[in-house]
């Protein structure tokens, strides 16, 4: 028996800063205005900040 793949359900491209190729440690951050979180390496280094939506 063939299964049929349903292309509605197979993802496209991943956006890069999804899913990191090195090791990182991200920390969100929520309250009643909004969230945001940042990106850091494993020895603490921030690398990337994202502000309160």
Avoid at 33 to 39: C, E, K, V
Wanted: charge should be neutral.
């Amino acid at each position: 028996m063939k299964t049929q793949l349903n292309h509605d359900l197979v993802p496209g491209p991943v956006d890069g800063d999804l899913i990191p190729r090195e090791p990182t440690l991200r920390v969100y951050v929520l309250d009643d205005y909004g969230a945001g979180y940042l990106n850091a390496d494993l020895k603490g280094l921030v690398r990337k900040l994202y502000s309160r939506s």
